[in-house]
């Protein structure tokens, strides 16, 4: 009762208006913000799926105009009611949409990016597909990449990388056993 007065999960309750589940860039400036999405040449308004486009076009632009509405210049944070508005293919391509970005020259460390990457982690269910453990895998590669080039002074940033190392490499399993996870975050 008490969620649902606070406008967490249920179909009763406001939801905040998100982009559509295929719209990489649109999911990408709504979770780190304008500010941090702009930039990105050449692969960036290119999402990679042209099936239904005429209708997809129409529903975009339906759904475009309520989610861009009020989006904050730093993007959206990974709420709890956010988060659970989401279901489980929604979250799965989420995640999939910031690890490829992430994968694909954005700072994957970012205190924005690795918040919503954090909380889908912590919101989807296993047994994963065997594509989406792939995801993780080449993101558990870049973040292991971009651990090697932080100072030991830049604690922040290493923490926050530390933890998505450790819960791709050890919990999803990607990371070879404990001993070969904890030797990367290490």
Same mark, same amino acid.
């Given at each position: 009762?008490?969620?649902?007065?606070?406008?967490?999960?249920?179909?009763?309750?406001?939801?905040?208006?998100?982009?559509?589940?295929?719209?990489?860039?649109? +999911?990408?400036?709504?979770?780190?913000?304008?500010?941090?999405?702009?930039?990105?040449?050449?692969?960036?308004?290119?999402?990679?799926?042209?099936?239904?486009?005429?209708?997809?076009?129409?529903?975009?632009?339906?759904?475009?105009?309520? +989610?861009?509405?009020?989006?904050?210049?730093?993007?959206?944070?990974?709420?709890?009611?956010?988060?659970?508005?989401?279901?489980?293919?929604?979250?799965?391509?989420?995640?999939?949409?910031?690890?490829?970005?992430?994968?694909?020259? +954005?700072?994957?460390?970012?205190?924005?990016?690795?918040? +919503?990457?954090?909380?889908?982690?912590?919101?989807?269910?296993?047994?994963?597909?065997?594509?989406?453990?792939?995801?993780?895998?080449?993101?558990?590669?870049?973040?292991?990449?971009?651990?090697?080039?932080?100072?030991?002074?830049?604690?922040?940033?290493?923490?926050?990388?530390?933890?998505?190392?450790?819960?791709?490499?050890?919990?999803?399993?990607?990371?070879?056993?404990?001993?070969?996870?904890?030797?990367?975050?290490?």
């Amino acid at each position: 009762d008490k969620c649902s007065l606070g406008g967490i999960g249920g179909k009763e309750t406001d939801r905040i208006p998100v982009p559509p589940m295929k719209d990489r860039p649109g +999911w990408h400036m709504f979770c780190v913000g304008t500010d941090e999405a702009r930039g990105n040449i050449g692969s960036y308004f290119d999402d990679g799926d042209e099936d239904d486009e005429e209708e997809d076009d129409k529903n975009v632009q339906e759904a475009e105009s309520k +989610w861009r509405e009020k989006l904050p210049s730093g993007g959206h944070s990974p709420s709890v009611r956010l988060v659970l508005q989401m279901d489980q293919v929604m979250v799965r391509r989420v995640l999939s949409h910031l690890c490829y970005y992430a994968t694909e020259g +954005w700072a994957p460390h970012s205190p924005q990016r690795t918040s +919503w990457i954090y909380a889908l982690l912590a919101r989807v269910e296993r047994p994963l597909h065997r594509d989406h453990l792939a995801l993780l895998y080449a993101l558990l590669k870049e973040l292991t990449l971009v651990r090697t080039k932080i100072k030991p002074t830049q604690r922040d940033e290493l923490s926050r990388v530390n933890v998505l190392i450790v819960i791709i490499g050890i919990y999803f399993e990607q990371g070879g056993g404990y001993s070969n996870t904890m030797e990367l975050a290490h």
